[in-house]
């Protein structure tokens, strides 16, 4: 059983608290938020024995965990994932695990420099049998091109509309379309197609200095992906895999539901099975089991693709004009 720490405490923490539970691998045992009260609240009825902690550093120095869960603001993924490798703590870290290149440097050297722990980016809808579907129609058809989109209205955007700075529409906290929600495309993109040959982003930039919304075009030898991500409107559009004249059909690449296999001349077929009722369960039995079993090759796989992605994200990122004080750093 792992003991849990956990960082920020917002609805999706208790989610992630709720898959872990729900597997059986893990118990929630430290509770650290910048308010006595706000520990206090999350841990509530169900959690009171879990250690309540408002300073970071007797946080990471504490034994009451041994596994940490990071969902704090996008710009203290990194320093706090290296504070808590450091301190001999196995990292799961939100999307996206770092907000700068020299960020994944340092991420990375943690790592190697502590190669008993574990450390995995939550990119809960890779562990979902519907994405692994697409990726195994995909490893069997010629691609021809991708169009995968997401773009949500944020229940944030009236917020920074009326004047207000949430902070995921902020530079200071490593906010925007591409870091919030353009970063499930990318990863989709990475594990059905691979690292592409150049890419190239076209932001609708925000008066905060981050993207409201964008355009990423990613070339690959023989076909090219764009991706569409935004935070400022509401998008109906499905996702699309093209295979000849035949369309793959994809709700939502981070939240698969449905995936039709449209075939011209014939009836189209649906492959996506039922979802989970907790669409962070499949990673959180993911990441226990990888721990539990010592399985160093599942966390290298997974570091690598994390890398992959961070890197582009990063380069299509700053050549866009896009700066954070993480880039800095
Ligand atoms: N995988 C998913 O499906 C999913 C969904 C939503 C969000 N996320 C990720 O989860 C992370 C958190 O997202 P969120 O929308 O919950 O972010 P948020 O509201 O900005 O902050 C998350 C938590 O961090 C702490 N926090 C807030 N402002 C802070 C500040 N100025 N300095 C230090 N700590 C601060 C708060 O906890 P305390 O008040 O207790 O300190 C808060 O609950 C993000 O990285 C996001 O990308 C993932």
């Known amino acids: 059983m792992l003991k849990l720490g956990i960082i920020g405490t917002n609805w999706i923490t208790a989610q992630f608290v709720d898959a872990a539970k729900e597997s059986g691998q893990y118990e929630l045992t430290a509770v650290y938020s910048r308010h006595v009260e706000t520990a206090q609240e999350f841990a509530g009825k169900e959690n009171p024995d879990a250690a309540l902690f ?3 550093e007797k946080f990471f120095a504490s034994s009451a965990f041994d596994t940490v869960y990071i969902a704090s603001p996008n710009s203290l993924h990194a320093q706090q994932a290296i504070a808590a490798l450091t301190a001999g703590k196995n990292v799961i870290v939100e999307k996206p695990m770092v907000a700068s290149q020299s960020e994944l440097e340092a991420v990375t050297a943690a790592l190697k420099a502590h190669p008993k722990q574990f450390l ?6 890779l562990y979902e049998p519907n994405f692994q579907l697409v990726k195994q129609f995909v490893q069997k058809n010629d691609i021809s091109g991708a169009t995968l989109v997401y773009m949500k209205y944020s229940s944030k ?11 995921v529409f902020t530079t200071k906290f490593a906010g925007g379309a591409l870091m919030d929600l353009g970063v499930y495309l990318v990863y989709a993109a990475l594990a059905w197609f691979g690292v592409p040959e150049k890419a190239s982003y076209a932001p609708a930039i925000l008066a905060s200095g981050v993207d409201g919304s964008g355009a990423l075009h990613l070339d690959y030898p023989d076909f090219s992906v764009n991706l569409i991500c935004g935070k400022t409107t509401q998008s109906h559009l499905p996702s699309e895999i093209y295979t000849g004249k035949d369309t793959l059909v994809i709700d939502a690449p981070e939240s698969i539901s449905s995936i039709e296999h449209i075939v011209p001349g014939a009836k189209s077929t649906q492959l996506a099975g039922k979802q989970d009722k907790n669409p962070m369960i499949r990673e959180a039995q993911f990441f ?3 721990i539990q079993n010592a399985d160093y090759a599942a966390r290298d796989r997974q570091f690598a693709l994390a890398q992959q992605v961070h890197t582009l994200i990063t380069q299509v990122r700053t050549q866009a004009g896009i700066q954070f004080p993480n880039d800095a750093q």
């Open 54 to 56: 408002t300073d970071l």
């Open 120 to 125: 995995f980016e939550a990119a809960r809808h």
């Open 157 to 167: 955007y009236d917020a920074y509309l009326a004047g207000k700075q949430p902070n």
């Open 288 to 290: 226990a089991d990888a």
